[in-house]
């Protein structure tokens, strides 16, 4: 069977970092239209990697700033 990383020494800290770029959003969710992948984010989620999905938006010069961390829905 596969190990993951954080199964293999659950001193590593594994991210996957979601840049959400819509303001009008106030929770993530993965795509219903792919089951699969939707599936693997929860899967990593349930074995210690942190889903961490930030906002961000964009000023009218073009630069992006970072507004908030939006809360999962598994």
Do not use: T
Not at 37 to 62: L, M, R, S, T
């Amino acid at each position: 069977m596969f190990k993951g990383v954080k199964e293999k020494d659950p001193n590593i800290r594994c991210v996957l970092i979601f840049v959400i770029q819509r303001p009008d959003c106030v929770a993530f969710q993965a795509s219903n239209l792919d089951v699969q992948y939707k599936e693997a984010i929860k899967n990593a989620h349930e074995h210690g990697v942190e889903i961490i999905p930030i906002q961000v938006h964009w000023n009218d010069n073009g630069v992006c700033f970072y507004d908030k961390v939006l809360p999962c829905l598994f």
